[in-house]
């Protein structure tokens, strides 16, 4: 577990950037539904709803779409991270006796820049989108 915190200690601004990206696309997304809500309830009653109301409606959506796809792929990038930090910490003995750190090594910073793009990835997307 030291090992885990330490090499995330070092990696803070993307471990920080993910999760400000997750906690902001939550609270974009609950507004956009707060939003799309007011307008089906407009119709559902029957009233006239102003065309630029469906054309922001129909942009919140797709915007919606993009940025939740971002985010997942940044996730699913973090997960690969930290099953491979599970790896090494299970493993780190046999390691040692084949002195195997330096390939173990490449393979872990391929797999952070790779976590560290996509969570870039999805900051670039979400701020394009606002």
Not at 24 to 53: C, H, K, Y
Not at 106 to 115: G, N, R, T, V
Request: aromatic share 6%; proline share 2%; no cysteine.
């Amino acid at each position: 577990m030291q090992l885990l915190i330490k090499m995330m200690y070092r990696r803070i601004l993307p471990v920080v950037l993910s999760i400000s990206a997750s906690i902001f696309a939550t609270l974009v997304t609950l507004w956009w539904n707060r939003q799309l809500s007011a307008v089906i309830n407009e119709i559902n009653a029957g009233a006239r709803v102003p065309a630029d109301a469906i054309i922001t409606a129909a942009a919140a959506m797709l915007a919606s779409r993009a940025i939740s796809e971002a985010a997942q792929q940044s996730q699913q990038a973090n997960g690969r991270l930290n099953g491979f930090a599970e790896s090494l910490v299970a493993v780190f003995p046999v390691m040692k006796l084949f002195d195997a750190v330096r390939l173990v090594r490449s393979k872990y910073d391929a797999a952070l820049e790779e976590w560290e793009r996509a969570a870039v990835r999805q900051e670039r997307r979400r701020a394009a989108l606002m």
